[in-house]
């Protein structure tokens, strides 16, 4: 019986203090305070789930907006082509309508196919129109100086 009691005491002696401490509830989601690299994770989680297909959607509009976005690689390639040519123009016109200061220049920018109109409204706004001249559409934003 004193063997009993003598290694009661020393497993009690080798086995240390217990430890506790708080519970902190730490969020997962982001919207609720968690951290933003969970985001993407969660969200493609929750896209893996979804079995719910929308009855009002054909799958050949679906197929057919597919195929029209992505297309074959020399569709891909002529239209990265396109919108790398259209960036260069962009950015020679952005070049002829700042001034050195970076301040919009007042007056009328006209290629082939657009017409770009900068008219200052005074008090510092300028309003600009891009107008298509194929077909005559316009669209037009202000900003201010």
Same mark, same amino acid.
């Given at each position: 019986?004193?063997?009993?009691?003598? +290694?009661?005491?020393?497993?009690?002696?080798?086995?240390?203090g217990?430890?506790?401490?708080?519970?902190? @509830?730490?969020?997962? %989601?982001? +919207?609720f *305070?968690?951290?933003?690299? $969970?985001? $993407? #994770?969660? !969200? %493609?989680?929750?896209? +893996?789930?979804?079995n @719910?297909?929308?009855? &009002?959607?054909s799958?050949?509009?679906?197929?057919? #907006? +597919?195929?029209?976005?992505?297309?074959?690689?020399?569709? &891909? #390639?002529?239209?990265?082509? &396109?919108?790398?040519? !259209? %960036?260069?123009?962009?950015?020679?016109?952005?070049g002829?309508?700042?001034?050195? $200061?970076? %301040?919009?220049?007042?007056? /009328?920018?006209?290629?082939?196919? #657009?017409?770009?109109? /900068?008219?200052?409204?005074? *008090? *510092?706004?300028?309003?600009?129109?891009?107008t298509?001249?194929?077909?005559?559409?316009?669209?037009?934003?202000?900003?201010? &100086?």
């Amino acid at each position: 019986m004193a063997k009993r009691i003598v +290694a009661v005491a020393v497993l009690g002696a080798l086995s240390g203090g217990a430890w506790a401490g708080e519970l902190v @509830y730490q969020p997962i %989601n982001p +919207a609720f *305070g968690g951290s933003p690299l $969970n985001g $993407n #994770f969660l !969200l %493609n989680e929750a896209q +893996a789930q979804d079995n @719910y297909k929308d009855p &009002q959607a054909s799958s050949a509009t679906a197929s057919a #907006f +597919a195929a029209r976005s992505l297309g074959t690689p020399l569709q &891909q #390639f002529n239209q990265s082509l &396109q919108r790398t040519i !259209l %960036n260069r123009i962009a950015s020679s016109v952005t070049g002829t309508v700042v001034d050195a $200061n970076g %301040n919009l220049i007042p007056g /009328i920018i006209e290629t082939t196919d #657009f017409t770009i109109a /900068i008219v200052d409204q005074g *008090g *510092g706004l300028l309003r600009i129109t891009t107008t298509d001249n194929a077909t005559g559409q316009s669209t037009s934003f202000q900003v201010s &100086q």
